[in-house]
């Protein structure tokens, strides 16, 4: 059998990337296949329309930000002015002293920190048990957990009024932060990241090395489940600090939230829109510092989360 013979002929299909045209030196021809984990790169259109929709986001912030600095007259006049004036920060001052938003922003701290905390644990905590552990009635209290979330939460206003005022709670900050210490979006959202992302063989492992469930939960739950709990912390902190109903119901103005508090800035007979803009915005920048502040840790959790292997 001659050299020859062995090489591919000419047109014949081969798996191999070889160079054939050269017989006396063979040279590797990489594939235009794209390989595993090949960076793509967005082309233009995509870039524009990314700027189009970061533009239509950042336009009611901006434009808050123009309202709050300039002067009633200027706000309510057609067409609306579209660039800041020279009023921000005499704005921002009047509003924080009329609207006392200092003691207001220490209550919306406590009561949406207490709230997220909360969340997070007890929902990671049945979140769990209902994902993993086997008992019975499992299959219904998750049913009950999802029809609650089917019921309109105005239904309980009046007995969870009642409720509060019995326990001497009226007016005080315990009124807002108990009966929001878990929620069932966050149970069901647990559950069902937990039931994908918690490996059965994991927990088996935990009960033969003679660990409780608490145990396990404290040391293979809680690192598996830190992405989704992240997540179920930024969202519950900002539906609670921007939370107006349920505040404005059981606490007063001596003792209020920064939804209620902003209240105050339109209790004129005429309403000064540039100073409720103004105070709407000091209600905003906490939550856009912590978005600044945590939002890389949060996406690169979720990120983490999402890729295995």
Partial sequence: MTTESLQPRAGAR??????????????????????????????????????????????????????????????????????PGPNLFDNLGKAWQDAALGKAMMNSLIVASAIALSTVLFATLAGFAL?????????????????????PP??????????????????????????????????????????E??????????????????RIFWSIVLPIARPPMAVLFMITFVHAWNDFFWPFIVLDMSNPTV???????????????????????????????MFIVFGRQIVGGIMQGAVKG
């Fill in 197 to 214: 992302a918690l490996p059965d063989e994991l927990i088996e492992a935990g009960r033969v090395d003679g660990a409780h469930s608490l």
């Fill in 131 to 151: 994902a993993k552990l086997r008992f019975r009635g499992r299959n219904i209290a998750l049913m009950l957990v999802i029809g609650t979330m089917m019921v």
């Fill in 14 to 83: 081969s798996g191999t990337p070889w160079d054939t045209s050269t017989p006396s030196r063979r040279r590797f021809r990489p594939s235009l296949r794209p390989r595993a984990g090949r960076q793509h790169h967005a082309g233009p259109v995509a870039y524009v329309l990314l700027g189009l929709a970061t533009v239509f986001s950042l336009f009611p912030l901006y434009f808050t930000v123009v309202a709050a600095s300039s002067d009633n007259t200027r706000v309510t006049q057609t067409p609306p002015p579209f660039l």
């Fill in 154 to 195: 105005q239904l309980g206003v009046v007995p969870l009024f009642m409720m509060m005022t019995e326990l001497g709670w009226g007016q005080q900050l315990p009124a807002v932060i108990f009966p929001t210490l878990v929620s069932a979006v966050g149970v069901f959202f647990m559950r069902q990241y937990l039931s």
């Fill in 259 to 289: 939804p209620v508090a902003l209240t105050q800035l339109s209790a004129g007979y005429v309403r000064d829109q540039s100073l409720i803009m103004a105070g709407a915005l000091l209600g905003t920048l906490p939550l856009l510092a």
